[in-house]
């Protein structure tokens, strides 16, 4: 069983950055690709970022591209999104996902951790 524990959260003046981290459970971490989907106040949840188990290749949704980063850390089974320059359309609830090299879809999900950016 994975759990993610995500951290780092919080409110932020437009233009700031915030780092965002997830505590992963699990053996078999280094194998599982890891994300990040976020959550705006009435819409739907969408994807951010994604990270492979090797850490080699990422990939971002277009409005974060160049701002934001995600790393993964397999000695500490961490995995982290830096986002800088912040917006307040970045506002939202952001998710730590899992899922194993095999599954398309993500398999675990953390419970959430808020970021607020004010204008």
């Known amino acids: 069983q994975v759990q993610l524990v995500e951290s780092g959260g919080g409110l932020v003046q437009a233009g700031g950055s915030l780092r965002l981290s997830c505590a992963v459970s699990?053996?078999?971490?280094?194998?599982?690709?890891m994300g990040w989907f976020r959550q705006a106040p009435g819409k739907e949840r969408v994807f951010v970022a994604e990270i492979i188990g090797s850490g080699d290749s990422t990939s971002y949704t277009d409005s974060v591209k160049g701002r934001f980063a995600i790393s993964r850390d397999n000695a500490k089974n961490m995995v982290y999104l830096q986002m800088n320059s912040l917006k307040p359309e970045d506002t939202a609830v952001y998710y730590c996902?899992?899922?194993?090299?095999?599954?398309?879809?993500?398999?675990?999900w953390g419970q959430g951790t808020q970021v607020t950016v004010s204008s």
């Open positions: 996902v899992a899922r194993r090299p095999s599954v398309g879809r993500y398999e675990y």
């Open positions: 699990g053996r078999t971490f280094s194998t599982y690709a």
